[in-house]
């Protein structure tokens, strides 16, 4: 045993030979222009967001009015912020089961051998992905509206009478905004999707044909199994994204009508610069303990959800004996 | 290896080489404009941008040493303000930064005092009313040059080029609620519905607090309209009411409106300049718009271009009078910061010279903070003595809670700032089918309002909701210096 870890002291030291130490110094050398963005962008505001938290504060007065928790507080007693959390869940639940399942179905056709026209059509379902956000909104706030095209399109052959308030009614609102935003992240998730059909050895589609497997059993025995750590991230992914929804739901309802589609981070835009419904002065500081909530749901469902997956695979791992 | 650390700081050396090279630049460039200092100059209100742009061009030609940069502020012109305030960095001249109260934009050292430029006799030329505490003043010390009178007022917009589609007569146009409701069914019924009788733009929630308060005035007088000061308090009792019998019977009535057809649909959805332009396209007969709807109507560049309308005062319950609020805010600021105070007044004062005339009245959107007289001729459009005589006619003092007692504004800030509701909103929800219980809406918002300002005053040791209670206050009759004196 002490042979074994002399031997491992000794291949430690060889490691660090003056080429590695070199590159050490290097790899630090490169990674400081990142790691003094992080601190300065993204560590840094995180960590004030929590200090504003606590004090009533308009985001140009200077921060003294300490109020401890009471942000938190009025935030918890608050109808409108636990609506808008509602609503966050509703469009998280929506997208990802509808963007995610969708983007499979898309990924297996796609992926088929016989299939023509691949390079086009993945192209065509990527075309959302990099197109603005919020320039998504706005065009389908204009063709969705009380007077856009989609209701003229349906008046004109006679479908309706009356325009449908696509917009205006709080179901079919939170729907558009759901199938909007499932639609935008079809492209990225078909992407991922294909990645983890691609890696699946082509050997095991053989054997299975061999065997007089067809294409569900195909399906469900070997290909879908064989997805589950991809579907884990895309779920992941898709989960904390639908958390952050803002720019789809500024452009395209603006938290209309009457609050019902109003999310999250759009709540803690109204706060912090436009003081809510009531149009008073910027609450940056009731706007950092809201966004301090929405990190922390954030991380909660993620840990739950990474927890899960986690324990699930162990749990295979323990039926398989390995 | 040292050679390629050799390499590392000449990277790095040239980096900064290149730095210190714009630098370099910039030096240079300023040594090239000795002869001129440049001004720079926010401007936050879209209806003066092209007039403030020619007389800017003008005074530049006028004095060609000084060079003003203006910058019109977008959406996101709040945002610009508070980092502005925060890094000491406001530019020389800005329309009043709507982030914070005057008195607080002093206290932080933000604000130059304007009092060399309006001495005595200057402040004279004013309206009366101009002079506002917490808005141009603070105690006797003026801080913004007050743009617009305190004026303003919703009036009622009507397409002439429709009521002669429908065959009406501008002596037909609507006083009263039942008239309205009439008028509209009419013009709808005529135009086999492709026309309607209102078009409102109810996106925008304070245009909508602005003629609900205003409507409601003819049922609750005691429920002053301003959306800037004192939103939704009773001045008789000190009292939060969101659920006044003029609010919930003004929604009603607007409701009945679009159950009958008479209200456009797209009003709901529509922000105030889409409602604009379908009103001057003839989707509707009337509109309920503030008097800087004139000026956009007129306007080929930003507006419709629209030209055959007329303006009447809004319709009421019973044909009841109805008032408005006059406080003046708009104005211009100058940052304490500034290092060219000496040009900064030589714009100012040609400004008081000639912007009045030149800016605020050629825009036609808003009445001249200076008293000065605009006539027909000079007028910026046909109907504009129009609008600033029905603005005349209801606009009037109310009284001040800044003038009674200044430390309000911190009670107001943090009142205004904790309010979830607006009764304009609460309109919207309320159409868009969200709301089905509206007095239990209205009241909901009246318990939060009264919780926040419970809490607004309790958090001050020198603010009291008597403060906030002028007995002597009767309605519909200006509130004057004597009351105040009266009051204490």
């Known amino acids: ?322 | 290896m040292n050679q390629k650390w050799v390499l590392v700081f000449s990277f790095v050396f040239i980096l900064l080489a290149g730095c210190a090279q714009g630098a370099g630049e910039d030096e240079n460039e300023e040594d090239s404009n000795d002869a001129e200092t440049t001004l720079t100059f926010w401007n936050r209100l879209p209806e003066l941008e092209s007039h403030f742009q020619s007389f800017i061009e003008e005074f530049e030609e006028e004095h060609p040493d000084i060079a003003i940069n203006m910058e019109n502020l977008g959406a996101s012109g709040n945002q610009q303000f508070q980092t502005a305030i925060n890094n000491d960095e406001l530019p020389d001249i800005f329309v009043r930064a709507n982030v914070m109260p005057v008195r607080q934009l002093v206290e932080q050292n933000q604000l130059k005092n304007l009092n060399e430029i309006f001495t005595d006799e200057i402040r004279d030329n004013f309206r009366d009313g101009t002079w506002s505490e917490n808005f141009t003043v603070l105690d006797d010390d003026v801080y913004q040059l007050p743009l617009y009178s305190g004026n303003s007022s919703v009036m009622m917009f009507y397409n002439k080029d429709v009521l002669d589609t429908v065959g009406m007569t501008e002596e037909q146009i609507p006083k009263t609620w039942e008239e309205m409701m009439e008028v509209g069914k009419n013009i709808n019924e005529q135009s086999n519905g492709s026309i309607y009788g209102l078009t409102l733009g109810a996106e925008a929630g304070w245009l909508s607090d602005m003629f609900i308060s205003q409507m409601g005035t003819s049922i609750t007088p005691s429920m002053h309209t301003s959306i800037d000061v004192g939103k939704q308090i009773n001045y008789q009792n000190g009292e939060v009411d969101f659920a006044t019998d003029g609010t919930i019977e003004t929604i009603e009535f607007i409701n009945d409106l679009q159950d009958e057809n008479v209200l456009d649909p797209q009003s709901v959805e529509n922000d105030e300049p889409t409602a604009l332009a379908n009103f001057a396209a003839g989707r509707a007969a009337f509109f309920f718009g503030g008097n800087w709807t004139g000026a956009n109507l007129v306007n080929e560049e930003t507006g419709a271009g629209f030209e055959n309308w007329g303006v009447a005062p809004m319709p009421t319950k019973n044909g009841d009078p109805y008032y408005s609020d006059s406080l003046t805010t708009e104005g211009l600021m100058v940052s304490e910061y500034t290092e060219h105070w000496e040009e900064v007044q030589t714009f100012l004062n040609y400004f008081i010279e000639y912007g009045y005339t030149e800016v605020v009245a050629a825009s036609g959107a808003h009445e001249t903070a200076l008293a000065t007289e605009v006539s027909e001729e000079e007028a910026p459009f046909e109907q504009y003595n129009d609008i600033t005589n029905i603005m005349s006619e209801h606009s009037m003092q109310v009284p001040d809670i800044y003038k009674r007692n200044i430390n309000t504004s911190g009670v107001i800030q943090d009142y205004h700032g904790s309010l979830s509701y607006s009764a304009g909103e609460i309109l919207r929800g309320y159409l868009q089918g969200e709301i089905d219980d509206l007095e239990a809406e209205l009241e909901e918002a009246t318990e939060e309002g009264k919780k926040s300002f419970e809490s607004a005053l309790n958090k001050s040791d020198v603010v009291d909701r008597k403060d906030f209670i002028f007995d002597n206050w009767v309605p519909f009759e200006p509130y004057t210096e004597a009351d105040y004196e009266e009051l204490e």
Not at chain 1, 24 to 36: E, G, S, T
Not at chain 1, 224 to 232: G, R
Not at chain 1, 243 to 254: E, G, P, R, Y
Not at chain 1, 278 to 286: A, E, H, K, L
């Open chain 1, 1 to 322: 045993m002490e042979k074994i870890a002399k031997k491992t002291r000794t291949i430690g030291k060889q490691k660090t030979t003056p080429l590695t130490k070199s590159r050490n110094r290097w790899a630090y050398v490169f990674l400081l222009p990142q790691a003094i963005v992080f601190l300065g962008l993204s560590l840094y505001p995180i960590i004030m967001s929590y200090v504003y938290s606590f004090f009533a504060w308009d985001g140009a007065s200077p921060l003294n009015d300490f109020v401890g928790f009471a942000n938190y507080v009025e935030l918890f007693q608050t109808t409108r912020f636990w609506g808008s959390f509602l609503h966050t869940i509703y469009y998280v639940l929506g997208t990802t089961v509808i963007g995610v399942g969708a983007s499979l179905i898309l990924a297996i056709i796609l992926n088929t051998q016989q299939f023509t026209g691949k390079a086009f059509y993945r192209t065509i379902y990527f075309l959302p992905v990099v197109t603005t956000t919020a320039i998504i909104g706005v065009i389908m706030n204009n063709i969705f509206g009380v007077n856009g095209l989609v209701n003229q399109t349906l008046q004109s052959i006679n479908f309706i009478q009356q325009p449908i308030p696509w917009l205006g009614s709080s179901t079919l609102a939170m729907i558009l905004l759901v199938v909007i935003g499932a639609w935008k992240s079809l492209g990225m998730n078909m992407i991922y999707w294909l990645s983890g059909l691609q890696s699946i050895p082509s050997e095991m589609y053989e054997s299975a044909q061999l065997d007089g497997a067809g294409f569900w059993r195909t399906l469900v025995h070997i290909t879908l199994p064989l997805l589950k750590p991809i579907l884990a991230v895309i779920l992941l992914l898709s989960i904390v994204n639908g958390m952050h929804a803002f720019d789809l739901v500024k452009t395209l309802t603006n938290g209309d009508p009457y609050n019902s589609t109003e999310t999250l981070d759009l709540y803690v835009f109204n706060y912090a610069f436009g003081g809510g419904m009531g149009g008073g002065t910027s609450r940056m500081g009731y706007a950092s303990a809201a966004g301090v909530m929405l990190g922390l749901f954030t991380l909660i469902i993620s840990a739950i959800f990474g927890g899960f997956s986690f324990f699930t695979q162990k749990k295979n791992k323990t039926k398989k004996g390995e």
